[in-house]
C-alpha cells in the first residue's frame, strides 16, 4: 500500500522581519528529521514541498532520496494576519497561541483551506502506484486540516490538532482500497533523550 509522510517544517523565526526563515534550530530539525526517516528505512519515491521558503528548505535540509517539488496547495494558512485581525500587534509569543485558537474558531475561510489541502492529497494519493512513499514537507495547519478530515472533527477538533503541532514532527497516513487512513500523528520520539534541546512547538 501507498505511504504518505506528512512532515511540519523545522523552527522558522518567529519575532523576526521574516518570520518564512528557518532558524537555526529549524535547519539542524530538517537534518534530523531526514536522519530519522533513513534510519526507519523510508525510500521516498516522491518528495513535495509548499512553496514557502521554510517548507522549502525542511525539505532540502532532509536530503531525501528525491528532489523535493513543490505544490502551493500544501502551503499554510496566514496566522500571523488572522491573529492581527483580532488583536493588532499588540501579541507577544506567550499569548500567541491562544490568540491564533480564537482566530481559527472565528475564521470564514477555514472550509476553503481545508478543501485546498484535501485536493493536494487527492491528487498525490492518485499519483502513487502500490508500495510507493511520499514525504511532504508543510506546516501544522495543514497537518491538522487533514488529520480533521480523516477523522471527522468540527473546527475545535482542527484547533486542538493544531495546536500540539511539533516542529519536524512525523505524521503517516497509509492509502488502502478503503480509502486514507491515519496511522500516527505528530510522532516526535526522535527529539527525545539526547536530542531534546531540538523540540519545539513555535
Not at 533513513?38 to 518528495?47: E, I, L, S
Not at 477523522?151 to 516542529?167: E, I, P
Request: include cysteine; charged fraction near 25%; charge should be negative.
Amino acid at each position: 500500500m501507498p505511504l504518505v509522510y506528512l512532515i511540519r517544517h523545522g523552527q522558522a523565526s518567529f519575532g523576526a522581519d521574516d518570520y518564512d526563515v528557518l532558524s537555526p534550530v529549524g535547519h539542524r530539525q530538517g537534518k534530523h528529521v531526514g536522519a530519522e526517516l533513513r534510519r526507519r528505512g523510508v525510500r521516498a519515491d516522491q518528495v513535495w514541498s509548499g512553496s514557502l521558503k521554510r517548507q522549502r528548505d525542511t525539505a532540502l535540509a532532509a536530503e531525501l532520496d528525491a528532489d523535493p517539488r513543490q505544490d502551493s496547495r500544501w502551503d499554510e494558512f496566514d496566522h500571523i494576519g488572522l491573529v492581527r485581525e483580532i488583536h493588532g500587534d499588540v501579541v507577544t509569543p506567550r499569548s500567541f497561541q491562544e490568540s491564533l485558537d480564537v482566530a481559527l474558531r472565528q475564521w470564514d475561510g477555514l472550509r476553503g483551506f481545508t478543501e485546498t489541502v484535501a485536493s493536494a492529497l487527492a491528487d498525490l494519493r492518485k499519483s502513487l502506484e502500490s508500495g510507493q512513499t511520499a514525504v511532504v514537507f508543510t506546516s501544522g495547519g495543514v497537518i491538522a486540516a487533514v488529520c480533521a478530515s480523516l477523522w471527522g472533527l468540527d473546527a475545535n477538533g482542527f484547533v486542538a490538532v493544531n495546536r500540539v503541532s511539533v516542529n519536524c514532527g512525523i505524521t503517516k497516513l497509509v492509502v488502502g482500497r478503503s480509502g486514507t487512513s491515519l496511522v500516527t500523528y505528530n510522532d516526535h520520539a526522535h527529539f527525545e533523550g539526547e536530542h531534546r534541546d531540538l523540540l519545539t512547538y513555535r
